[in-house]
């Protein structure tokens, strides 16, 4: 039986159509079915019920399914171990963050490439959170307070952030002293999320309010710049509006907590090798240019 089609296999069921299986492998839809048709034919047996929607597991394709995606993953880690030098070959899709990705993290993609010239490395950037799974993606990288979900999650390292607001904002509407002010002004945010804050040994909750909202941080900034209103933001989206004086830090007793930087999987035991290797060198990037992201001491002032 081919190593092909069972990775095939593994990828469909996984991502629940052959589309989203093709973009993930790097293949056109029709390759992908040829596959299907031929590791079915061998087996004798339906593996997958194709609906409208995507394809469903069968119960022989749910068995079945198990013992591929082992012997697929045995075969992918034998082919790392002979590999010389270490080398990472193949396909790598990683989604990143639109609002970080292109200034602090491509740089450590763009060493990864240099490091492995046989591996190939597709990013998307966007602040939308993409269905790893289904869209095919090896991993991601997202920054902040990561939502529950069935997905393995791993600290690179934190996001420290700040409260701020514009002079102009500040003199026609006052600053907030304490957390409970804050609903009585706008807020610029990225949908309904809470923000919370430090006060002394325990953690406060609010839920803003306010009409502006955008799914990228740059856009919040510069919206908080113009006057529209108050915004949570990290310290490496605002450090040079601080530092300019075009934005201000209040409420500065009561700082929110670090959030942090993750590199996002699919389920599963253990992670591949490349998603291993770019996990160990984000890690390293964060503790060799901590200035970058904002230290815990630069939290009232600005990050430099």
């Known amino acids: 039986m081919d190593i092909e089609d069972l990775q095939t296999f593994v990828a469909v069921a996984d991502a629940g159509g052959v589309s989203a299986a093709a973009r993930r492998l790097g293949v056109s839809k029709s390759i992908v079915s040829r596959r299907l048709v031929r590791i079915e034919a061998e087996l004798g047996v339906q593996l997958l019920a194709r609906t409208t929607r995507g394809a469903a597991l069968t119960e022989a394709g749910v068995t079945f399914r198990d013992h591929a995606a082992r012997a697929t993953a045995e075969i992918d880690a034998a082919r790392e171990t002979i590999l010389p030098n270490g080398d990472l070959r193949g396909r790598m899709r990683i989604a990143m963050p639109l609002s970080f990705g292109p200034t602090h993290f491509a740089p450590v993609l763009a060493e990864m490439a240099h490091r492995h010239p046989e591996l190939h490395i597709q990013t998307s950037y966007s602040d939308r959170f993409v269905d790893l799974i ?64 430090i006060d002394g040994d325990k953690i406060v909750t609010v839920q803003p309010q306010g009409r502006f909202k955008a799914d990228n941080a ?54 591949t090798r490349k998603v291993r290797i770019l996990t160990e060198m984000l890690v390293e990037s964060f503790q060799q240019n901590p200035h970058r992201w904002g230290t815990a001491s630069e939290r009232d002032g600005v990050a430099r």
Not at 177 to 192: I, K, W
Not at 254 to 263: D, I, K, L, N, Q
């Open 218 to 271: 740059t856009a919040l900034a510069a919206a908080a710049v113009s006057g529209l209103g108050i915004a949570w933001l990290p310290d490496c989206i605002i450090y040079e509006h601080v530092a300019s004086g075009a934005l201000v830090p209040i409420m500065t007793r009561y700082p929110p907590p670090a959030a942090g930087a993750y590199v996002v999987r699919p389920p599963g035991p253990h992670p």
């Open 134 to 197: 289904a869209e095919g993606f090896d991993c991601a990288i997202r920054v902040g307070y990561l939502r529950d979900s069935n997905l393995i999650a791993k600290r690179i390292g934190p996001i420290y952030g700040k409260l701020v607001a514009s002079p102009d904002y500040i003199r026609a509407r006052g600053s907030p002293r304490t957390p409970d002010e804050l609903v009585a002004h706008q807020a610029l945010m990225q949908g309904t999320e809470a923000w919370q804050f």
